[in-house]
């Protein structure tokens, strides 16, 4: 799958973004994405840890150094967003 289809799928930007701030069990991930069902969660990390933007660890599911390189680059979207996007 290439990169941009990836980050392109259902609920793949939301969780990389909540991967941000460091590393979160599975439930508390699923919790930070409004109720994501399990199935579509599983299916993404799954695809996210394929790509190496996310890896697991004792402490949960944190993103790899690409995976934080790429959450700089969404937050000068967020930036941009929230400059330029009507409210």
Known sequence: ??????????????????LRRGPVNFRGLRERCD??????????LAEL???G????GDGGYVLTPAGTALGGTLAKLEAWAARWLPR
Request: aromatic content about 6%; hydrophobic content about 55%; charged content about 25%.
């Open 49 to 51: 840890r394929d790509a």
């Open 1 to 18: 799958m290439a990169a941009l289809d990836l980050l392109g799928r259902r609920w793949a930007l939301r969780v990389l973004w909540e």
């Open 35 to 44: 109720a994501m069902s399990p199935s579509v969660l599983n299916q993404r």
């Open 53 to 56: 933007i996310v890896t697991a």
